[in-house]
């Protein structure tokens, strides 16, 4: 099998119709092997205002109430996820939309409070990568919406990056090779982060050490980073943060402009 490149999609991608389809038209006239993996949180914020559920944030991370829960299993699995799903098979390209509650993909178990309780978040325990590489093989594309099952019939919501590196490094310590392309509303990196012409093409721990330090990286792009360089050290060939449209199904192609995980 070709390299298996992950995809995750967020940001405002998902609310944009023409540039969603012009990224899923370059899924359907590929015959590469490609997962996707979503998010949705702009999407589900929208739902939580219209049904008067707070939405609370903690440096980035969503505290996720039970309330919250019934939102992003309705906003994430359910019209994000089938909306990108049934998009692809009706291009011509068999898509199959899950969330890791599918097929026992992924099961975890919940977050244990510490100085912040998360709420209805999970942390992942087991990764069982034979549906995905199976449907690989039948050519189709797994839709990942980022849910996981708590093992007793519940899910849980996990942040959608930690999904997508997680199943880059579950199929790269099983042999395949793997790209893992994190994608935002930004092109990269940033050391000013209002200026485009400051992105960082390439990034070592020790540089991300240094900018968390000054306070050039914060909020939603530590965890993003965490789990890119956990990844990274996991053995994952290439891991990249960029923005949706810098997205190319030929692995030879880097995405450009981006920020390389080193």
Known sequence: MNTIQIWKLGGKILEDASTLDELLKKVSDS??????????GIIANQLAAKLGEPVVMHQGRRITTPGMLEIAIMSYAGKINKSISTALSSMGRPSLGLCGGDLNIITGHKRVAADVDFGMVGDIDNVNI??????????????IAPLIGDGEGGLLNTNADTIACRLGTELQMAGFATQICLTMDLEGVRMVPSDESTLVPKIDRDRYDDMKKAQIVSGGMLPKLDMAFSAKTMGVSRVFICHPKALSTDTSLLPKPATEII
Not at 130 to 143: E, F, I, K, R, S
């Open 31 to 40: 015959k590469d092997p490609i997962i996707l993996v979503h998010g949705g």
């Open 130 to 143: 034979t549906p995905l590489t199976q449907a690989l093989d039948m050519g189709w594309v797994p839709v």
